[in-house]
């Protein structure tokens, strides 16, 4: 293995001594073995929301050329999928979801070895126009039915949820009235929270359930505290980091990381965005409000995205408390806010942040087929990731999973 971050080292990898035998016990002695690594425990995730037209089969001739290519650069990198939920669009009529779309998204990401996340459950934004000619109560009960309903149908294949969205600003979000803010400023954000939880938690027990926001103020500690204090039980905590206006910096990601690790909970950077172009100019307060006709790429820009991805991704994989990052779109077509924050550009060609992360996650931090031969005992030693590893021997091919850092023994039947 290359030379290390002292702390990634540390807290990302393990000296494995693997004994090998055969299914009756004997020791495997003297035996050549490839040892090859297959898969992250951390999870490294990028939305997928442009390849769900593309796994259903809804395009066709370059459309679907071009598609395809992204698809196949997107599961080279990442091994963690988060698919959109957003009420307003997944059922812009009422009781007419967009399930059997999502769920054949779903289960080709989970096909090819990904977990899967659901965004969101609960939100104001984007969410369903109908609730709006109905009473508090009624909201809620809709809110809470459609988290049954979703957590319910995707069960086996999403088993993972961004349960409640953005809680420190919903009730007092005054862009445009909207059902779920009313409900919200009615009961407060803490019992809002408890609601949704308490839905998704005895809909899909074994789901892994996040509180996801982008205040990173104190607000948001203040919130969690709170949630914490009632007793409600969240899995995972959710800091977005869009950083249109640009890269936050090692001092301040860590400081953050810091700052809510202290719950003791495993933290995801759900919602990560660095551009290739032009920064978004610091006056602006909500990213929403820049809107340009063009946001283009740049040489200059894309060399900065590299180093920046490089360096973002090494300072979130050295601190301990950090379980995945959630990348903010693939391409550049179709982005949030027409930002150029893709690895690839508009016209599908990747910019050198693709292959800088690339360098990371399959090279400086990936184990290649390594040819080992077992001693007297059946044992070989390897360092590498914590991930799963494919074992081969002659005669068979088997599958273990090294998720202790550290000096790591485990035994292996082949």
Known sequence: MIALDPSIKRHRTADVTLTLTSPDGTPLAGHEVVVAQRDHKFLFGCIGFGLIPFVNGELAGEEAAAAEREAERWLELFNFATLPFYWGDFEPVRGRPGTARVLTAARWFAERGCVVKGHPLAW????????????????????????????????????MWDVINEVVIMPIFDKYDNGITRICRDMGRIPMVRMVFEAAREANPRATLLLNDFDMSAAYECLIEGVLEAGIKIDALGLQSHMHQGYWGEEKTLATIDRFARYGLPIHFTESTLLSGHLMPPEIVDLNDYQIPEWPSTSEGEARQADEMTRHYTTLLSHPAVAAITYWGMSDQGSWLG?????????????????????????????????????????????????????????????????TPGDTDLRLTV
């Open 339 to 403: 930002a150029p924050s893709g690895f690839l550009r508009a016209d599908g060609t990747p910019k050198p942040s693709y292959d800088a992360l690339r360098g990371l996650v399959k090279g400086a931090w990936w184990l290649p087929p390594t040819k080992l031969t077992t001693d007297g005992s059946g044992r070989v030693t390897f360092s590498g990731f914590l991930g799963a590893y494919e074992v081969t021997t002659p005669a068979s091919t088997a599958t273990v999973q090294v998720d």
């Open 124 to 159: 104001h934004t984007v969410t369903a126009d109908w609730l709006m000619a109905m009473p508090n109560e009624d909201i809620a009960r809709a809110q809470v039915a459609r988290i049954v309903r979703e957590t319910t149908d995707f069960a086996g294949v999403i088993d």
